[in-house]
């Protein structure tokens, strides 16, 4: 049986990643594709647990480090319990953040440096990286007022400065530059039609 393909979707907070989620969905679904979603950090119950301390703000500051280390420590368990199973299955596997997310927060917003999130990426997953990424990519201002919008407390990572974000954000688009085959840069700051438009564009582009 062919491997299920592995689609991942990215962008700074706010950008709309869960809300292309359900349209990417349903392009998949609509194909005839079984589907399984997930997100980052997350996707199994330990994982879920230590996403909680992640974006918890009453854990406070952590070394960057420890922050990139429980990112992976999440991401050993969703691949193991979640997406390599599932794509053995021939399941198409969704997953809201991946190691790009690691790349942009803690490589380039915390500043670890990008080395250190592929050395990571190496060790963890070495044999698996996604068919395809969609990154939603927004003003760090708009995303900011689409979280206040979205109603809710403000998680560890929607505290951040702007100056914080606006390194998450260039780091995603250094990293989509690097590897252009893979990303998609999606405008995000569009109207919703407008956003779906150019997610669907880039599914029947690298998936039909
Ligand atoms: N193109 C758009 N125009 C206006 N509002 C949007 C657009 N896309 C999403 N939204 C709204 O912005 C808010 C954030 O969207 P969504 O939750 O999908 O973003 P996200 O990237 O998953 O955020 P987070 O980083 O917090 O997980 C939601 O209220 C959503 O309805
Ligand atoms: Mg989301």
Redesign the pocket.
Known sequence: MNRGRFITLE??????????AAWVEAWLTGRGRRVVRSREPGGTPAAEKVRGLLLDPETGDLEPMTEVLLMFAARAENLARIIRPALARGEDVLC?RFTDASRAYQGGGRRLGIQVVNRLAALVHPDLQPDLTLL?DVPVSVGMR??A??GGDADRF?RLKSEFLERVRAAYLTQARMEPDRIVVID?S???DQ?KAQVIEALERRLA
């Open positions: 962008g700074g907070e706010g950008a709309g990643k869960t809300t292309a809201d939603l689409r979280v919008g979205r929607e995000a569009l109207e919703m956003v």
